[in-house]
């Protein structure tokens, strides 16, 4: 299991997380990752989260071969959001067109941290654990 984050942003990992992130994994696939971010303000204006270079090229093209993808998006126990995973010309990755609303209806607030991990079963999905 590998987390990310962004660079500059480094989150150190509480034994608590570490702890959590330990129990999760024993769910998922040996091969899934996980991105580890800090909500900023950037986030919340904007409609769109956007994911490391590195992470999205190392990981997120490995499952998405488009451009632009619809994405389910869910935070466990809540419902779905369907939105647009978009590979920019900087070739990150960015998950946008539905971020705005869902947040504020998902108690997630600047300086929440998230974790995101990107899978595919039929279709793209995204689950986000909030912190």
Known sequence: MKCASAPGRDINLST?????IKDIAQFLHPSNKFYVTTINPTFMKQDKVHFSKQFSMTYIALIVRKKTSQIEVRIPG???TTMVLHHSTEKRFNLK??????????GIQVGTICIFHFHQTNQLQATIDVL
């Open 78 to 80: 809540h419902s779905s």
């Open 97 to 106: 067109s539905g971020w705005t609303h869902f947040p504020t209806s998902n």
């Open 16 to 20: 608590e997380l570490k702890d959590y």
